[in-house]
């Protein structure tokens, strides 16, 4: 259905859409709009760098399996 819809198409709507919900209305939910998907990139590096953060830690327990005793003799 959106395929039939050209250049034109897309002016028409965003030319309705304005005049629906006046341009304070349409720029308010830009901003939110905008807002919500810096929200989401800064979830999603958030989530990389826990996700980082915990394989290093596993890497480093990993690395040290010496027991205790032994440690003092190397």
Request: a neutral charge.
């Amino acid at each position: 259905m959106l395929n039939n819809i050209g250049p034109a198409g897309f002016i028409i709507i965003a030319v309705v859409v304005l005049v629906l919900f006046g341009r304070g209305k349409v720029s308010a939910l830009m901003g939110e709009v905008g807002k919500g998907i810096t929200s989401f990139k800064k979830g999603l590096k958030d989530g990389s760098d826990e996700i980082e953060k915990s394989s290093d830690d596993a890497a480093r327990t990993a690395r040290d399996i010496t027991p205790e005793h032994d440690k003092d003799k190397a």
